[in-house]
């Protein structure tokens, strides 16, 4: 028979769940109030006025975006960065983590190549020297050049997290693999990648994340706005109005637009993606950040 709980008890929970919903509510609600304030007028975002609910409800936010070839053509850019990004994170990490994991005594080299990953990640050459390099390589309007320079920036941060994980994974695994004649390349794809799939996940969440919000690059490496990325392209965009060119009907919908709403839309557009993704990788996300974070 199950006890009821005492007075303490109830009171300690009904503590935790308010702190628990007080602080999904400060995740929720700015979320929300970027939402309402997108499909609010121009005078209400103006005055203030937008609080949980859109005022003077309209879509001219999202239509200005949406009616623009441009913003298609960046979205796929950033598509298509995200995948090679996320893809190459995914065969890279592995592939050095592995060897890292061991002990010097099984790899002779491992110290000095470990050094040198972590002296990259605390010291760079600067924007200056990263331009003129990828402009040596004609790399200039090429999504490689974001796939490559902005995987650089996380990837020694996730081959740290992995190398962590594949030494908390029980060295018996291996030491049986290895009696019955198995070889390093099928150990780590038989054996080492399947069971770090967790960890495997979690890199790859944050070099989603990291690919898909970065702009600063696009505005770097990119030198027309028809090479640009989705995020470097949404972070230029200001209403601009011209009669000349517009019907009465355009002018009306450009008249009530704002750059505040428009902001609103352009924040929410770029977060979809990723909140669509990220509930597929966070089965995998605490058990993967936890066992790579941990070294016994």
């Known amino acids: 028979m199950l006890r009821s709980k005492s007075l303490s008890s109830k009171i300690a929970d009904a503590v935790l769940i308010s702190i628990l919903v007080a602080i999904a509510l400060t995740c929720v609600l700015p979320l929300w109030y970027t939402l309402s304030l ?3 007028s121009k ?5 203030g006025a937008v609080a949980l609910w859109p005022v003077e409800f309209n ?3 999202y239509q200005q975006l949406l009616q623009d070839s441009q913003f298609f053509k960046s979205f796929w850019i950033s598509i298509q960065r995200v995948v090679l990004g ?5 065969i890279i990490v592995p592939l050095m983590a592995y060897p890292l994991s061991k002990t010097v005594k099984d790899f002779k080299g491992r110290n000095v190549l470990m050094w040198t990953l972590i002296f990259t990640m605390l010291f760079n050459g ?3 020297p990263l331009y003129l390099t990828v402009k040596a390589y004609g790399l200039m309007n090429s999504v ?3 796939v490559l320079v902005g995987g650089a920036q996380t990837i020694v941060f996730n081959i740290i997290l992995t190398i962590n994980f594949f030494r908390n994974l029980p060295s018996s695994l291996e030491e049986a693999a290895l ?6 390349w099928y150990i780590l794809t038989k054996l080492f990648i399947p069971l770090s799939i967790p960890v495997l ?10 690919h898909w919000n970065e702009f600063l690059y696009g505005l770097i490496f990119m030198t027309r706005e028809e090479f640009y990325p989705l995020q470097t392209y949404i972070q230029q965009l200001v209403v601009s109005v011209d009669p000349s060119t517009m019907t009465e009907d355009q002018y009306k919908r450009m008249s009530e637009l704002s750059n505040r709403t428009l902001d609103a839309a352009k924040i929410f557009i770029a977060m979809i993606p990723v909140l669509v993704v990220y509930p597929f990788l966070q089965k995998y996300f605490i058990h993967g950040i936890t066992l790579g974070s941990v070294k016994e």
Do not use: K
Request: hydrophobic residues 60%.
């Open 201 to 210: 996940a979690t890199v790859s969440l944050f070099s989603i994340v990291y």
């Open 179 to 184: 009696v019955d004649g198995a070889g390093p």
């Open 144 to 146: 490689w050049a974001l």
């Open 86 to 90: 996320a893809g190459l994170n995914f």
């Open 43 to 47: 005078t209400a975002a103006a005055a």
């Open 38 to 40: 997108s499909f609010s």
């Open 59 to 61: 879509f001219n936010s």
């Open 126 to 128: 600067g924007l200056i």
